[in-house]
């Protein structure tokens, strides 16, 4: 007996452009492992595709009505889809904001269809896909930040992590999906987006990764 096939990714499309939306749905639905579930130009739609429940946002970020990357703390409090940025915009300041607001990829729109795939593949496969030129800037930011101090938000206030938000960090730092973390903790995945909610408010992050990041860096996990 063999195992079933895995169904198809569920992958949302953000882009203005009608012929690079055209564009991507034609390199997108030459991959029988995705399935293209619903396409947006501009934020006010794609806000009603979280609710379609996608495994991952194909998002530009020069939209009519605001920038792309301002959904993506929204789409990770409502749903557990990725967002991977594709933008003919790489200057530092963008790449950094989009990165900063919690998107998990930065491609560039010059790309070509075989690193598109890749980098869906990789971003679902929970990997971080971004463009040599857009590296170069986020390296460059990387090493000019100025050391970190030490977080107030963790060691000085009584705004601290309960012992149940440490675990679901934990969970986050091993790998653990939503689902999975909820599963290993007992406890229902609303409650998990509630602890999400609180610990994001309390380190002053938008992202699991930036969680992670400054619950290390203070010691929490």
């Known amino acids: 007996m063999t195992d079933a096939p895995n169904p198809p990714a569920r992958i949302a499309i953000m882009e203005d452009d009608p012929a690079v939306r055209q564009y991507f749905l034609r390199i997108i639905g030459m991959d029988s492992s995705y399935d293209i579930v619903g396409v947006a130009p501009d934020i006010r739609t794609g806000r009603a595709l979280i ?101 107030p938000t963790i060691h000085e206030s009584e705004d601290r992590l309960t012992a149940r938000e440490t675990e679901l960090l934990q969970a986050f730092a091993a790998g653990k999906s939503y689902k999975e973390a909820a599963r290993l903790l007992d406890i229902s995945p609303h409650t998990v987006g509630n602890h999400v909610k609180s610990i994001y408010r309390k380190l002053e992050v938008n992202s699991r990764s930036e969680a992670i990041r400054e619950a290390r860096r203070g010691g929490e996990i």
């Open 51 to 151: 609710d379609l429940q996608p495994d991952l946002f194909l998002m530009d970020i020069g939209l009519p009505d605001g920038s792309g990357y301002d959904l993506v703390p929204e789409i990770k409090a409502r749903s557990q889809a990725k967002a991977l940025i594709i933008s003919a915009f790489g200057d530092r300041d963008t790449v950094v904001k989009a990165l900063s607001a919690g998107a998990d990829g930065y491609l560039l729109k010059d790309s070509a269809p075989e690193v598109v795939l890749d980098g869906i593949a990789v971003t679902l496969a929970g990997g971080a896909p971004v463009s040599p030129a857009a590296a170069v800037y986020l390296l460059d930011y990387l090493r000019s930040a100025p050391a970190p101090a030490e977080s």
